[in-house]
């Protein structure tokens, strides 16, 4: 059965245990004995792991060896497990004098090339020497490096703001030729006499710098400032490996500069750290300190501007290239015979001058400099409006947060590129260059005070109409929909205009002096509404629209503006029309068949975008009040408006 099984099964384990536990037989173990004069020697923890010297240094490093007895002096042997290249000499024991529970040896290495680390291993070992209980370390593992300089073939440029802030002069470019040593974590560079005297000045005692602007010396140093008897090192350390970006470290040292206040010492303001990104190490100025040894008792003080390092000279120049202020950059002045700038949110129009940047970036395709261009003097003197455009495209575009140096409200004003009003290019039938810049205007916190198109009219010849440009095909706009017209001269200086709503013929007169169509009030053909019994029959007349009502004298002057449109001039006493229908047989029922209050004749040559501009009308209504600003709102923080350039 079953059970049976499993009793048998289970008697035959505890047979087996107990056969097990019969041939148990206890030992004892003894520790170790710790041996009569043992000196319990090891390696204390305060030992360096890692040594980096100088090529100067001395070529040797000392190992502290510790006991625990004091008493007596004993020579205790060392073994050396690891010796790269056989190249440390070490002593075979380490002495203890009597009373001594530390010592020194001194390990050398003279043969040890720059630039390769090597490891070393030591022990202690043996019954008089081992503590079988002790804590301490029996063996102990360094490694040296003698860091290797290597010369770097094209200069840095170091531009001084910690020097030349305390002495309330521009930080300028200067050359410094580095050497560079790649250590275990880091890697170092080292510069000698930065501060050195120009080599050359002009027949006023300045420095002269080279073509880029890069001093080979201080340029406020003059013969005699800096002290020539011996090298002033400055040494900064990159915390990278690679040396491409981290945080740098200068060590403070002297400059060999003394302005009768002592020798000067600068360095990185303790725990505080510059920083390396783009090849550019940027020292800001809490991070360093200045000091001047017969000064205040050399008390550090800490510069008002930042220090600045380029690793190379292609990292200054990209740096410098870069646009911080678009009034700082140089221009030249695009020659023109025509150059107006009619702004609606001053109501205001001025003669201006378009020109372009110099491009200093020519070899670079994302040159900030490229498709460049600027109106100096805008709203405000020394400063301009700067905008891209590109020509192959078409495409405008405005930098944001340009300063324009006046205020309103009592706040700074700024413009960015509008999200409602385009901007754009175009050229007239005249070759006219129309630049439309739709801006908003907002304080630096973001809040609009306005959003306008603002217009620039550029022509290199000079904008000339004759008669010709009086006659041909024209869409009138400003009334209730727009019309195709036609002028046509019927006899010298007298045309008539054909296609006006209700008005079969109206008759205008031409001034070969002045260039201007003007129309005065008439009667004009018969205008029949409706059709069979419930046609009705109207004396047109022609009336003239002016501020002060309608007119049955005043003309409406016609004068080109400088799209290329006809609008009403600005010495017109009219400003619109009216076309008022007398029933023939009702003088009581009389009405307006037609009203254009706002009349302007755009040229069916000309774009057809030119219907959809503001007319210069619009314009001028707008400008009769001045600045027109108010309160609108905050630019969206939502919406990010990083502007690219139009290339």
Known sequence: MKINRLIKAFSLLLVVAFTA?????????????????????FFPTTNVTAHELEPTDPTQITVKVSRTVSSGAASIPLVVVTNDEGVFNVPATANFADGETETDIVVTFPDADEGITYKLVLAVEGDQSVDPYGEGAVSVATQVTRIKWEAISTPMIYVDGTFSALFGVSPYPMYVYAEKAVISTAVRYRFKNAYKVPSAFDSNGDAIPDA????????????????????????IEIDDPKGLSGSVYMYPHEIGVNWSYGMISIGSNGAKRGALSNGKITFPADAMFFSMAGYDGGAKYTPASPTLIYLTKEAFIKDN????????VEYVDIEGELGEFESLAYGETWTKTISQAIDIDSTNEAS?????????????????????????????TIPESQKIGTKVFGQDLYVSQSDNNESSVVVNYKGTSIYTFGLTFHFSDGTIVGDFAETFYYSEEALTYTKEDFLGEFTLIGGSAPADVEI?????????????????????EFSPEDQTLSITPQELADVTLGEGEDAVTYNAVWYTQTPGGLSASAALEFEFDLRGNLIVSESSVGTGFRIIGYNVEDEDDAGYLNTNLNPAFIPVVADAE??????????????????????????????????????
């Open 488 to 508: 046509a001269e019927e006899s010298p200086n007298s045309f008539v205009i054909t296609g006006i709503s209700r008005a079969e013929e109206v008759v205008a």
């Open 610 to 647: 030119e219907l959809e501009l503001q007319s210069s009308v619009s314009l001028r209504s707008a400008n009769k009040s001045g600045a027109n600003f108010s309160i609108q709102g905050k630019i969206s923080k939502d919406k990010k408006r990083n502007i690219s350039r139009a290339f």
């Open 212 to 235: 880029d602007g890069v001093f080979d010396g201080y340029p406020f140093n003059d013969p005699g400032d800096f002290d020539e008897s011996k090298d002033y090192v400055t040494i």
């Open 368 to 396: 900030e400099y490229k498709n460049l261009f600027y109106l100096a003097d805008l709203y405000a003197e020394g400063y301009g409006l700067a905008f891209y455009y590109d020509k192959t495209s078409g495409k405008v």
């Open 21 to 41: 536990c019969s041939d148990f037989e206890d030992t004892e173990l003894l520790s170790p004995e710790k041996p009569a004069g043992n000196q319990g020697v």
């Open 321 to 328: 290239m870069r646009i911080v202020d678009f009034n700082d």
